[in-house]
């Protein structure tokens, strides 16, 4: 047996091992070294999780807002103080640089003073008189218990682009992160703990599948809110509806980016090669295709593989390393399996990274920057999400091309164009059939105060993360009526 630590769950506002779990390695992607074990949680410790989120939901409600958010005032104040270590556990469990760690954190952070303007956010509506003598009022009341399962590639910022605003409105919740990445949540509970939320009122689940469909089957769990892959999602988004609550599950992606030839093409191949190989290409919001349009074919295919060959790829608590690995051998097989797929339906390796050598880190998930050109239209790696530092290249004659391209695939997480052209930037925005745009941008990652906004096969459910689609998903609306007699004459 292993002698690394086990992870236990936190659940009303204590720390409990878990009866009749199993228990997984969770391994640090680029040394392969043991950091800890993750429970599997069984059905009934997430029925003993919902049980104390449920008891802490009536009190809680009752707290007023201005009071709820003073406890998460106090928790950004912890999570900035903690900054540094957060951003080294996300590092060693998920393997991205340090400096991504940090942008993670901050990105987590600015949805903790997001939620802090609840008071005036979840204001209602009030109309005077809409019939002689009568009122409509409109309140908004939060829907009780929520769970909120999050995927490996963001550990600290993805559950709180949902936990401030589910809290601020007055809803408990339950915490499900992933198991191949669960320590960043494990500190973050000890801060929460120390920012003095009453017991029961934020609870933390660790598990894989079973303890997901546990969550998505209670009875007292009201909403869910999922980030993962589009399968996944699917699978959350039907199970948990047909359940009867209210979801919200963001899927995969497979963004594609058109550069123009009028495009600054120097500023392109830089923010383009951090946004194909940042996080090693395990981001949603990763460009994963660009479309080039006329002469930016030659312009900016051999600049981006310049930029991608001298990518330092290495260990992200290293000085100088640009690209860590990906987070499992699983993964990197897949990976490699997914670029020998793209060959072999007529692309051409413009760049090979499938040997990669990481002196001093021989075990690592490492992979070299790879860049696939002449992607074909229709084959299967056009469709397929790799999840890894590999960009396809397309190529096309014009813009309305280049958009037929990019809108001919199943996600819509994200599209980009680069141009200088005002004309062309408008008239991508208004057909690029995506939720999140970006106009000579690479990681159109929208700030706390919009909606995560995917399209298509990236999103099932109606309210995105963030801003105030989250405070609308985690509130349920009243309306009210109401008239007053003068009770001694009986008139208005
Ligand atoms: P995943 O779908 O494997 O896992 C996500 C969560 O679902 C985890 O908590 C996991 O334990 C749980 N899970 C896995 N299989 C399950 C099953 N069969 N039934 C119930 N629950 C299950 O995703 P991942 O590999 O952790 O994350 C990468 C994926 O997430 C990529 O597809 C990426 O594009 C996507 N993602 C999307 C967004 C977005 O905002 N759209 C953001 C980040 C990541």
Not at 72 to 85: A, G, I, T, V
Not at 158 to 165: A, E, G, Q, S
Not at 322 to 340: A, D, Y
Request: net charge negative; with cysteine.
């Amino acid at each position: 047996m292993s002698k690394a630590k086990r992870l236990r769950n936190y659940v009303n506002g204590a720390w409990r091992a878990p009866e009749d779990a199993t228990y997984l390695e969770v391994i640090n992607p680029a040394t392969a070294e043991v950091l800890a074990e993750v429970p599997l949680s069984p059905s009934a410790e997430v029925g003993k999780a919902v049980q104390a989120a449920q008891t802490a939901f009536d009190g809680w409600q009752r707290v007023p807002a201005e009071d709820r958010i003073q406890h998460l005032f106090k928790l950004k104040y912890l999570l900035d103080e903690h900054m540094d270590e957060l951003s080294r556990i996300i590092t060693e469990e998920n393997g991205k640089t340090f400096g991504e760690s940090k942008g993670e954190m901050k990105r987590a952070i600015e949805n903790v003073e997001m939620a802090c303007g609840i008071p005036s956010l979840m204001q209602g509506d009030f109309s005077e008189d809409i019939a002689s003598g009568i009122d409509e009022v409109m309140i908004r009341q939060p829907v009780g218990v929520a769970a909120i399962i999050a995927p490996f590639n963001f550990p600290g910022m993805i559950p709180f682009w949902f936990l401030p605003y589910a809290v601020a409105t007055g809803n408990t919740c339950i915490v499900k992160p992933s198991e191949r990445t669960p320590l960043t949540m494990q500190r973050v509970m000890d801060l929460v703990e120390e920012a003095g939320f009453p017991k029961g009122v934020i609870n933390l689940v660790n598990g894989a599948a079973d303890t997901v469909n546990a969550l998505l089957d209670h009875p007292d769990v009201k909403a869910v809110s999922f980030v993962g892959s589009t399968p996944v999602a699917r699978h959350v988004y039907a199970r948990a509806s047909a359940n009867g609550k209210r979801v919200q599950a963001q899927g995969g992606a497979k963004n594609a980016t058109i550069v123009m030839p009028d495009a600054d093409m120097e500023m392109t191949v830089r923010i383009l090669a951090d946004s194909a190989f940042g996080n090693a290409g395990q981001r949603c919001l990763a460009t994963a295709l660009v479309v080039t349009v006329g002469e930016a074919r030659e312009t900016f295919t051999q600049a981006i593989r310049e930029a991608a060959a001298s990518r330092k790829v290495g260990y992200g608590l290293e000085e100088g390393v640009q690209m860590g690995p990906v987070i499992t051998p699983q993964s990197k097989e897949r990976i490699v399996g997914l670029i020998e797929q793209g060959i072999a339906e007529g692309a051409n390796p413009l760049l090979d990274g499938r040997e990669a050598n990481v002196p001093g880190h021989e075990a690592g998930n490492f992979l070299n920057p790879t860049i696939l050109d002449n992607v074909q239209p229709g084959s299967a790696i056009f469709q397929t999400e790799i999840f890894g530092p590999v960009l396809g290249l397309m190529h096309a004659d014009t813009l309305d091309e280049a958009i037929g391209i990019v809108n001919s695939g199943n996600y819509g997480n994200m599209a980009c164009i680069f141009t200088s052209s005002g004309a062309a930037a408008r008239k991508f925005r208004y057909e690029a059939q995506a939720g999140n745009i970006g106009i000579n941008i690479g990681v159109a990652a929208p700030m706390a105060f919009f909606p995560f906004s995917g399209w298509r096969d990236s999103f099932f459910g109606t309210l995105h993360a963030q801003g105030k689609h989250a405070v609308e998903f985690y509130t349920q609306t009243k309306v009210v009526v109401e008239r007053w007699f003068k009770e001694w004459t009986r008139q208005f």
